[in-house]
């Protein structure tokens, strides 16, 4: 079973728009942790952000923001006033301590901001 | 500094063929992991070591081989190249335990199999 889904598979949005992707995970344990990565076209692999598990507080970093809901298994992720550089895949990642400490990775979002 | 860093960027080789890939972390993380990027951008773990010990090998093709000199090192080594190995590899470190950090990646290594 996908312990991360990114049901969206492409979005297009214009720029300014704003434009939230979607994640939801699975497990069964109390401790884990959940991140977001940036993947541009040029290909690398770019950290965005880490939540524990036992920190639900929502996180804004200038127009990036988070919302993590253990109650709905979501950990959402919200881009304001996109911009054409935020054209990227972005993917959605889960890791449990119990499992080695290997991130699961969701299947990603590729997002295109249209000029 | 380079947190995480693989060689070759890009490798373009023929089938029947034997290469390596290497790899590299300075940031002292006791975990290294090998991930698959498809064509599709499926991001799909190959290898994790943890203190240079072996610790999950997904469903793998044994053509592939991943060696942990020390710490700091895990090179992935491949056999007999097919047309299907063909992808981005990705090499990958974290610290687990009470320390967890995100998981660092490499740069990618575009391997292409003619």
């Known amino acids: 079973a996908q312990k991360v889904t990114q049901a969206q598979t492409e979005i297009s949005v214009v720029e300014k728009e704003d434009v939230t992707l979607d994640c939801v995970y699975e497990?069964?344990?109390?401790?884990?942790?959940l991140f977001w990565y940036k993947q541009p076209p040029s290909g690398e692999l770019v950290f965005l952000i880490r939540r524990n598990s036992f920190d639900e507080q929502n996180e804004i970093s200038g127009r990036y923001s988070w919302n993590f809901q253990k109650s709905t298994s979501s950990f959402n992720f919200t881009i304001t006033a996109s911009q054409v550089v935020d054209s990227a895949v972005y993917f959605c990642?889960?890791?449990?301590?119990?499992?080695?400490?290997?991130?699961?990775f969701g299947t990603g979002t590729s997002l295109t901001v249209i000029p | 500094d380079t947190a995480v860093s693989q060689t070759p960027k890009y490798l373009v080789t023929q089938m029947g063929n034997d290469k390596s890939i290497k790899c590299e972390q300075n940031l002292g993380h006791d975990t290294m992991y090998w991930y698959k990027q498809d064509s599709k951008k499926f991001l799909k773990i190959m290898f994790s070591y943890n203190n240079k010990e072996l610790i999950i090998n997904e469903t793998v093709p044994n053509r592939f081989s991943p060696k942990s000199p020390d710490k700091a090192h895990l090179n992935l080594h491949i056999n007999s190249l097919e047309l299907g190995d063909s992808a981005v590899y990705f090499c990958a470190s974290s610290q687990g335990g009470l320390k967890r950090t995100e998981a660092f990646f490499g740069q990618g290594t575009r391997l292409t199999v003619v």
């Open positions: 497990t069964r344990d109390t401790t884990y942790y």
């Open positions: 990642a889960l890791s449990e301590p119990n499992t080695g400490n290997q991130f699961y």
